[in-house]
């Protein structure tokens, strides 16, 4: 393969007319893109005019604008680098490369431009001169705001070349960097971007796969595991657009930063059909980011935890062993009696249900009702007391009496007080709650643990079940409970849990008819539809949009079910949370990216196998990722001795350049200099940072005076813009750093991060991976032993 950096002549010099040439075609493309704009806008906009105000026409209006709306973002989307690449073939076809497909509007509406994802944009990423798939030459075209700016062409197949033109392809600038290297090279912005322009081949084979079963993506760090698998998303949302739109894709990652981190990366693809979330997020109307203590987390973590939590809903079933009294005006003696013997026949009955508890709640008091009534009835016929009537008749009841001492023991308010406590309705933050609180409860909820183990579950209640800090293990524990109770009554929900309700009712109503009515008849909707009311719906259209998009819906629906979940940093995840995860995706498409060589969480895995084979057995299939886009050789080099600390046997991946500049340590001799010392390291570094960004890596108790010490010596870089960009140099503990890259970073204590925890050595070594540039280290002590080939300044 032979590349060069611009349409060059024999010295290497632009060739001016080949740049005008693709200016023109590309100011053609922009030119049909905002025709296409502008037909968007006035076809939405005619919708809100037009429509008639029956409920039949209002939704037919909200469906349509949703519709037109989201086209506009894809449109929108698509401006900057609408189109970035050019495919000649060895029989003269050519096509365009870009964001998304257009056509010509005349004549025979030829395809001007086409969607990468397209099957025949393939061969742009993946033809070799080994294999040119029919490609002669692969042209990138870089432009900047509409201009071309300028062209990189790779001929594949010079076999039908000119003289001339062979010429010119041989003529390269060695020096020249390639789209990839310039990419790479670039500095961060403290958001990732996507990388359409510059897909590699292996990663392009992920990113097509087939989206049936689960599929491991393992690599090393900077393998490109997240960029691949968000343009994976993109490339599923525009292949099985009709089955994806509706039930959405889930993108887990690790935390609120890494989200924001990668929350542009999409909506530059122009989808918006992903949820993005973290495992915290995973129950509705939870956001726990609090953490455990590691101990804490790990048991948490276990699948034996299920099984703790079916018996903690099973200590809420058990019968009282002395009788009850159930207070009711109607019976001899103002009260009827629920003895032992009776409940059981009642808790029987529900248990044969195998419905959840909440439920099978309703089939209990049935039947306790349905008893209560018979003794009822037996009593009063026994006091032979009739009503009107002379004592000593019996008294016969008809079943119309029946009925109506029925109804009269149902909706008594003494009598559901008194029944209250026997199998009650219940939330999963109740049971959770309570288990924790009663050292009794987690006794006979987790007979096998250890007094320690069920020590350390121990917590106490908040004062209001509101006020509870849910850590993000609590998050799978409550999301098992309200698997095991099944719908919280009315009655046991919060007042948001039920507008949430409400809302994501309506909007499936809304989404269910765009689905199967296109002519947008909805009359049984109308009453509901009627809350979206004509004068008001201008204002409202934007919320509706928002109402009716799968993030909404599904973020409020605990029993939404993806068409694909995507998880990132997959191997922190623990037991526990695969359930829930396994529970919103029943059909088991999912792409798991991650390394198990940078798990840190104590839950975590430490076999992909051992996390599958619960749930597929030994269906899923991994994919290797081997080239590291991020970190330079400099740099791996030492992350490689620190990876054969956590397993000799671990490869790590291969850096695709080199920088020339040697990671640098820095020893401290005093520990109380050492933040200073920090300090110092980090001043020298900003001074040369220019447009780059910087991170500190601490071990977690240094992240506050750190902080607040760099806050002071650098107050400008460490503020954030004021945008939704992180500041330019920041502090975080490794943890929060998971995932993340900056072009500077800087580890503190690496000894320290080592030593404070199991996974010590995965944590340095998600440390030192997180530089595109420069690596320093600042450290007190004798150096550790992997880290001493750094240059000491
Ligand atoms: N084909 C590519 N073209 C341009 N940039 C790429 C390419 N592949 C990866 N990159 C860049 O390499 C960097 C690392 O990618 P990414 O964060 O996806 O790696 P990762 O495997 O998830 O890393 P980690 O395991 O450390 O979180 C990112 O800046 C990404 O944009």
Not at 172 to 194: E, H, K
Not at 487 to 500: K, L, M, T, W
Request: proline residues 6%; hydrophobic residues 40%.
């Amino acid at each position: 393969m032979s590349r060069r950096d611009a349409p060059a002549d024999r010295n290497g010099h632009a060739v001016p007319t080949d740049l005008a040439t693709e200016q023109r075609y590309v100011a053609r493309l922009y030119e049909r893109l905002d025709t296409l704009r502008v037909e968007t806008v006035a076809l939405r906009d005619r919708y809100i005019r037009d429509s008639d105000n029956t409920p039949g026409g209002r939704v037919e209006r909200d469906i349509a604008y949703a519709r037109h709306a989201a086209s506009l973002v894809a449109l929108t989307a698509a401006e900057d680098r609408l189109c970035f690449g050019r495919l000649d073939f060895t029989d003269g076809d050519r096509a365009y490369i870009g964001r998304m497909g257009i056509f010509d509007d005349r004549g025979d509406h030829q395809q001007l431009l086409m969607d990468w994802r397209a099957p025949s944009a393939r061969p742009f990423y993946v033809a070799t001169a080994a294999a040119p798939l029919g490609v002669q030459r692969r042209r990138h075209l870089r432009t900047r705001r509409r201009v071309v700016e300028s062209l990189a062409d790779e001929y594949l197949d010079v076999s039908d070349l000119d003289q001339a033109d062979l010429a010119r392809v041989t003529a390269a600038d060695p020096t020249s960097d390639g789209p990839l290297l310039a990419a790479l090279n670039a500095p961060r912005t403290g958001r990732m971007g996507d990388i359409v322009e510059t897909i590699q081949a292996e990663q392009d084979r992920i990113i097509r796969a087939d989206h049936r079963g689960v599929m491991v993506v393992q690599g090393g760090p900077g393998t490109g595991k997240t960029v691949v698998a968000l343009h994976r998303a993109a490339y599923l949302l525009y292949t099985h657009r009709e089955q994806l739109m509706h039930r959405g894709v889930l993108v887990v990652g690790p935390n609120e930063t890494f989200l924001r981190y990668i929350s542009q990366v999409l909506p530059s693809l122009g989808e918006n059909a992903v949820v993005l979330t973290t495992p915290g997020e995973l129950f509705p109307g939870v956001r726990a980011t609090a953490l455990d203590d590691p101990a804490v987390a790990a048991i948490k973590g276990r699948t034996s935890m299920a099984a703790v939590l079916a018996n903690a809903v099973l200590d809420r079933q058990r019968m009282p062993r002395e009788p009850i009294t159930v207070p009711f005006g109607g019976a001899p003696g103002g009260a009827l009696t629920a003895d032992r013997a009776l409940l059981e026949r009642a808790q029987q009955r529900a248990w044969h249900s195998r419905l959840p508890h909440n439920q099978a709640r309703r089939l209990f008091l049935r039947s306790v009702l349905d008893q209560l009534l018979r003794q009822l009835v037996e009593r009063l016929e026994q006091g032979r007391v009739r009503a009107g009537g002379e004592s000593g008749d019996r008294l016969v009841f008809t079943q119309d009496d029946r009925d109506s001492l029925r109804r009269e023991l149902a909706t008594d308010p003494a009598v559901a007080a008194a029944l209250s406590r026997v199998w009650p309705a219940l939330s999963p933050q109740q049971v959770l709650s309570e288990l924790y609180a009663s050292p009794r409860r987690l006794r006979f909820a987790a007979p096998d643990f250890t007094d320690r183990q069920r020590a350390l579950l121990e917590r106490p209640v908040a004062e209001h079940l509101s006020d509870t800090v849910w850590t993000v293990s609590d998050v799978p524990l409550l999301d098992e409970a309200a698997e095991l109770l099944g719908d919280v009554p009315d009655a046991a929900r919060g007042q948001q849990d039920r507008e949430r309700a409400e809302r994501t009712a309506y909007a499936q109503e809304v989404l269910d008819l765009m689905d199967t009515s296109p002519d947008g008849e909805g009359e049984g909707l109308a009453g509901m539809l009627g809350i979206v009311s004509a004068a008001d719906l201008a204002e409202r259209q934007e919320e509706l949009v928002s109402l009716t998009s799968t993030a909404e819906r599904a973020g409020s629906d605990r029993e939404w079910t993806f068409g694909h979940v995507i998880v990132d940093e997959a191997q922190e995840l623990s037991s526990m949370a695969w359930r829930v995860l396994m529970r919103r995706n029943p059909l088991r498409s999912m792409t798991l990216v991650g390394d198990l060589a940078q798990t840190s969480d104590p839950a975590g895995a430490a076999s992909w196998q051992k996390v599958l084979r619960p749930y597929v057995r030994d269906r899923w299939h991994l994919e290797p990722l081997t080239v590291n886009y991020r970190t330079p050789e400099e740099i791996m080099a030492v992350a490689a001795r620190v990876l054969s600390r956590i397993d000799p046997r671990l490869q790590a991946p291969t850096s695709v350049r080199a920088t020339g500049v040697r990671p640098w340590r820095r020893a401290v001799t005093d520990p109380a200099g050492l933040v200073p010392a920090v300090v110092r390291a980090v001043t020298d570094e900003a001074e040369q940072l220019g447009e780059r960004q910087l991170a500190v890596l601490v071990p977690d108790d240094l992240v506050g005076p750190v902080r607040r010490a760099l806050a002071t010596a650098l107050p400008a870089a460490t503020t954030a813009p004021g945008t939704d960009l992180p500041p330019q140099v920041s502090v975080l503990s490794v943890r929060q750093a998971k995932g993340l890259e900056f072009d500077v970073v800087v580890v503190v204590e690496p000894g320290r991060m080592v030593q404070a925890s199991q996974r010590g050595w995965n944590d340095l070594y998600v440390a030192v991976t997180r530089a595109t540039q420069q690596l320093g280290v600042v450290h007190t002590g004798r150096v550790l032993a992997e880290l001493a080939e750094l240059e000491p300044r």
